[in-house]
């Protein structure tokens, strides 16, 4: 059974920094592309970061880039995302996710397979 737990989020004044952390479990780890998104409310769920399965290459929303950094410990079978600079608009649910490494495509939530429950992040101003 595949389960990815998301930890770290909380509440924090913006220009704050948080540290999400993705704990993966009954899937071969290493193998997989993992993702973070987020969703705030009333709104779709969007790209923030990704990171293939080898951790060689990383991706970012335009809206976060320079200011979150995605990271991956495949010995530990974690993914972490440190955010810094935090803004309220970054306030969401974030969630990962895995997919195989399959097509070029890293943004796109219906080729993720496996998802976590989500871990909520508020940034008051």
């Known amino acids: 059974q595949v389960q990815l737990v998301e930890s770290g989020g909380g509440l924090v004044q913006a220009g704050g920094s948080l540290r999400l952390s993705c704990a993966a479990s009954?899937?071969?780890?290493?193998?997989?592309?993992i993702g973070w998104f987020r969703q705030a409310p009333g709104e779709a769920r969007e790209f923030v970061a990704a990171?293939?399965?080898?951790?060689?290459?990383?991706y970012y929303a335009n809206s976060v880039k320079g200011r979150f950094t995605i990271s991956r410990d495949n010995a530990k079978n974690t993914v972490h995302l440190q955010m810094n600079s935090l803004k309220p608009e970054d306030t969401a649910v974030y969630y990962c996710?895995?997919?195989?490494?399959?097509?070029?495509?890293?943004?796109?939530?219906?080729?993720?397979?496996?998802w976590g429950q989500g871990t909520r992040v508020t940034v008051t101003s």
């Open positions: 996710a895995a997919k195989l490494p399959y097509g070029s495509d890293y943004d796109v939530p219906d080729d993720f397979r496996y």
């Open positions: 009954g899937l071969t780890f290493s193998s997989y592309d």
């Open positions: 990171i293939r399965w080898s951790g060689g290459s990383t």
